[in-house]
């Protein structure tokens, strides 16, 4: 077997593409360095593999398709090429216009009609962005886009937000704590308890339990005991007491009183930030800025603030 065959072994081993330098490891028990430097470099550039990403350890995989047997003509398959390479991340069309404009295409209407083409035949697909609706991201047809598009476990299939299953999930956490004699549950023991006693539209992850016992706490319907072994500290600030995020280490007791403000129906619990967003308003992401304003764009235009 030549080093190409044993680097396309390599990549093909992962349907959904596979580290750079996880495949350069495994292909290198087998090949030198150079062959793995050649090899790949030459795969790459015959479009047989494809690198999905330039940051620190990029994506490579084979093609979904076999370009041949998409009968083609050469400006579809100059766009084509470019949709494949992108993956799971999606492409606008202006980016599509940007990198393949002058390369054989010298109006701009031509690469657009060959991404129509391709939309038509049902080679590409198109995706709205949860970030901006009126992006349209397009990937090729049978890719999954990624989270920060399509919006993760928390949106239904029209990418709106899935409140009835937010509101199933929020009801069984409650009736856990309702329901049972022990006062203080850890979110392992709640997320086992609705497998076994709930009956949700879906399957939720111990994940999925987590962010919602995180905004039943900040909606002061339970209220957090410990952040793994170290207990919470009674304050004013509920930031001072723990991790203002979700914690699979987290113990939680029903609080003395209920809440009112709902706050699984702001966008706040659908944000691919909220794990690294500081309500306090001292950190990078936050909702508050130093003087006590709204600054978070999503949050904002929930708010109506524009």
Not at 20 to 40: V, Y
Not at 275 to 291: V, W
Not at 295 to 305: F, I, N, R, V
Request: hydrophobic content about 35%.
């Amino acid at each position: 077997m030549d080093f190409e065959s044993i680097i396309l072994s390599v990549v093909r081993s992962k349907e959904d593409g596979i580290p750079e330098s996880e495949a350069q490891k495994l292909a290198c028990q087998s090949i030198s360095l150079s062959e793995w430097t050649n090899g790949l470099q030459s795969l790459i550039t015959s479009n047989i593999i494809i690198r999905e990403s330039d940051g620190e350890d990029s994506i490579i995989r084979a093609p979904k398709t076999d370009y041949a047997e998409l009968h083609l003509n050469g400006h579809q398959l100059m766009v084509y090429r470019v949709v494949d390479m992108v993956g799971s991340k999606g492409i606008t069309e202006d980016d599509i216009v940007k990198k393949v404009h002058g390369k054989n295409f010298q109006l701009k209407k031509d690469i657009k009609k060959a991404l129509k083409s391709l939309f038509e035949a049902d080679h590409v697909q198109k995706v709205r962005s949860i970030q901006n609706r009126k992006e349209v991201m397009y990937l090729v047809k049978g890719i999954k886009p990624i989270e920060s598009i399509a919006g993760g476990r928390w949106y239904t299939h029209d990418k709106g937000f899935d409140t009835a299953f937010v509101q199933e999930l929020r009801s069984s956490c409650v009736e856990c704590f309702q329901r049972l004699k022990q006062t203080e549950f850890g979110v392992a023991f709640v997320h086992k308890w609705i497998m076994k006693n709930s009956n949700c539209s879906r399957v939720p992850s111990i994940d999925d339990v987590s962010e919602i016992l995180f905004t039943l706490e900040l909606d002061e319907i339970i209220q957090a005991v410990k952040w793994g072994v170290q207990p919470v500290v009674e304050c004013h600030s509920r930031i001072a007491a723990g991790p203002p995020r979700p914690s699979l280490n987290a113990t939680y007791k029903l609080a003395r009183k209920n809440g009112s403000l709902p706050f699984f129906e702001s966008p706040c619990t659908s944000c691919q930030y909220l794990r690294d967003c500081d309500p306090d308003g001292h950190g990078m992401i936050s909702p508050l800025t130093a003087n006590g304003s709204v600054c978070c764009p999503y949050l904002q235009e929930w708010l109506c603030l524009d």
